[in-house]
Nanobody
Framework: QVQLVESGGGLVQPGGSLRLSCVASGSQLDTYNMGWYRQAPGKQREWVALITSDEVTKYPDSVKGRFTISRDNAKNMVYLQMNSLRPEDTAVYYC?????????WGRGTQVTVSS
């Protein structure tokens, strides 16, 4: 069983930056693929970043070049650096850990981009 806790969300102006963190407990993350997802009000949850256990990273076009996912297996943590934020990035951001048939979610952290 993996427990995930996100932090680092908040209110930021358009063009600003935030760094989200996700700390895991209950298991070492080094064999898990880790991802960040987001869900805006009235919309489906969408994937925004992935880092595999081999540290290969992938992003959808909507955030490519603005968001960077990284991991620190020694600290059992995953990060999402978000730059050049836009109002449409406003959402609850969730951390995800996946391995084989197992997937775990955190409770999310709110990111609001507004002037």
């Amino acid at each position: 069983q993996v427990q995930l806790v996100e932090s680092g969300g908040g209110l930021v102006q358009p063009g600003g930056s935030l760094r989200l963190s996700c700390v895991a407990s209950g298991s070492q993350l080094d064999t898990y693929n880790m991802g960040w997802y987001r869900q805006a009000p009235g919309k489906q949850r969408e994937w925004v970043a992935l880092i595999t256990s081999d540290e290969v990273t992938k992003y959808p076009d909507s955030v490519k070049g603005r968001f960077t996912i990284s991991r620190d297996n020694a600290k059992n943590m995953v990060y999402l650096q978000m730059n050049s934020l836009r109002p449409e990035d406003t959402a609850v951001y969730y951390c995800n850990a996946g391995r084989h048939i197992y997937t775990y979610w955190g409770r999310g952290t709110q990111v609001t981009v507004s002037s």
